[in-house]
């Protein structure tokens, strides 16, 4: 923790910019989703930021993390504060920058969109709507997440198995940065080197704004489509996936989900397991065609007036983690993995996986495209019992094939490929030479 004179020092330096430190509002803003993990929350319950700053301008920025340089006090960038892994809390305290005040949409033009860090996700897709385009990709938690904080934390998203990971979509048109220096540089990254930034959970410079390529409107129907089995529905999903259907999200979720989805129940009662959607209005009724060879049903198919009308939970909140989110809403005893299936991804795979953990795992899986090939991502809910019974599960995964993103650490080198060539930590050096930026983060630097 950051001494209290030392606080109040940078209060002093950082002038008219807004800060807090209001015991209540810190330990609010200090906090992310982490809560999702029975793992992470002991972990990290006890992080506090010693200060909350909102920036509204660069400028603001700017003397934010000359004072913080000044003074050698960590910084810790915070969005909406729907990061999973504890991102966002700061594990070594000083000052917690919410960036949600420096947040206008800069331009939209065609085929691009320019954003300041702290917009929030959903207010960029409202200004790409209404100039007759849209994004290429966006969370589910569209609605309270920031471009900076998904840039800096996420991974894919609703529109990924159209487009791609967001590694590779080429969505990212350029990113321009602030490095952590007492002299604050802008940096602007474009091409390949936008990954420097990428879901490196602020710890390579503060994103400032973000050009987004941008795409021809389309209307998307919320689609469901029911199954007897769960190996019917991911045969399905390869199946659409290899089509030439113009789909923007496909959710595999097990019949078991269906209490945690109360403003679908009608379409979704329990009875069958299901596939999510968002499908282009013209290609409805192929979709479902295609569905009914593998024993499918159609259970949905609204229009975004129709699901207003009805108080229908919108498709894209029933993928990701708004999945998990929804069954903690229940029931706070489960918890969740990430794991990538084995390509191909047969369905007698996930049909023996249901049979091995019977009701203690719940299947969810999500279709993206990586390099242009099919990925497809398990989320599944764990029923949680012991970190020892966790970790068994998630070798039992492994066996099968499958890789293990793990949601229960909060060090960004034991979630999957992080730096395998050294690069991005040769950027981290050059743009935060220090080490202030989100510290704890990186087993590297810890």
């Not at 660069?58 to 504060?81: K, W």
């Not at 691009?112 to 209404?130: F, H, P, T």
């Not at 390579?204 to 795409?215: D, T, Y």
């Not at 229940?330 to 990430?338: E, F, I, M, P, S």
């Amino acid at each position: 923790m950051t001494s209290q004179m030392l606080v109040e020092q940078f209060r002093r330096d950082i002038g008219t910019v807004g800060s807090t430190v209001d015991a209540r509002e810190i330990r609010q803003k200090s906090h992310d989703f982490h809560w999702y993990s029975p793992v992470l929350t002991p972990q990290l319950q006890n992080c506090m930021a010693d200060v909350v700053v909102g920036p509204r301008s660069e400028e603001d920025i700017a003397v934010v993390v000359t004072a913080a340089v000044r003074h050698r006090i960590p910084l810790t960038l915070r969005g909406g504060g729907t990061g999973n892994y504890g991102q966002s809390v700061p594990v070594k305290g000083g000052v917690l920058v919410d960036m949600t005040g420096f947040d206008k949409v800069l331009a939209v033009a065609p085929g691009s969109i320019r954003v300041q860090g702290g917009a929030v996700i959903g207010k960029a897709l409202e200004a790409a709507l209404a100039s007759g385009q849209q994004l290429m990709m966006y969370p589910s938690t569209m609605r309270s997440a920031t471009i900076g904080g998904y840039l800096g934390g996420g991974f894919a998203g609703i529109g990924s198995v159209r487009h791609g990971i967001l590694r590779d979509s080429g969505m990212i048109q350029s990113l321009r940065i602030m490095t952590m220096e007492e002299s604050p540089r802008s940096v602007t990254l474009s091409g390949d080197d936008v990954a420097f930034v990428l879901h490196s959970w602020g710890t390579s410079g503060i994103i400032l704004e973000a050009e987004l390529k941008l795409v021809p409107a389309e209307t998307w129907i919320d689609c469901i489509a029911t199954f007897p089995t769960y190996a019917d529905v991911i045969a399905f999903g390869n199946a659409a996936f290899d089509s030439d259907l113009d789909i923007f999200l496909l959710s595999a979720v097990e019949r078991q989900f269906a209490p945690y989805y109360k403003r679908l129940n009608t379409y979704f009662d329990g009875s069958r397991d299901a596939m999510f959607s968002m499908v282009k209005e013209s290609d409805v009724d192929r979709y479902f065609a295609l569905a009914a060879t593998f024993n499918g049903h159609r259970s949905m198919a609204v229009n975004d007036a129709q699901s207003a009308a009805a108080n229908l939970r919108r498709i894209h909140e029933t993928a990701f983690n708004h999945t998990t989110l929804m069954a903690l809403q229940v029931d706070r005893g489960w918890t969740y993995l990430q794991v990538v299936m084995p390509n191909p991804f047969e369905p007698k795979l996930v049909a023996e996986q249901k049979r091995r953990f019977g009701d203690e795992v719940l299947m969810h899986h999500e279709y993206t495209k990586e390099k242009g090939r099919c990925r497809i991502g398990g989320l599944p809910l764990i029923r949680y019992t012991t970190e020892a019974r966790l970790n068994e599960i998630m070798r039992s995964f492994e066996q099968d094939g499958c890789v293990l993103n793990n949601p229960h650490i909060f060090k960004l080198e034991d979630g999957g490929r992080f730096d395998p060539d050294g690069r991005k930590m040769a950027f981290r050096k050059s743009v935060d030479p220090i080490g202030l930026l989100n510290p704890g983060k990186l087993r590297s630097l810890s």
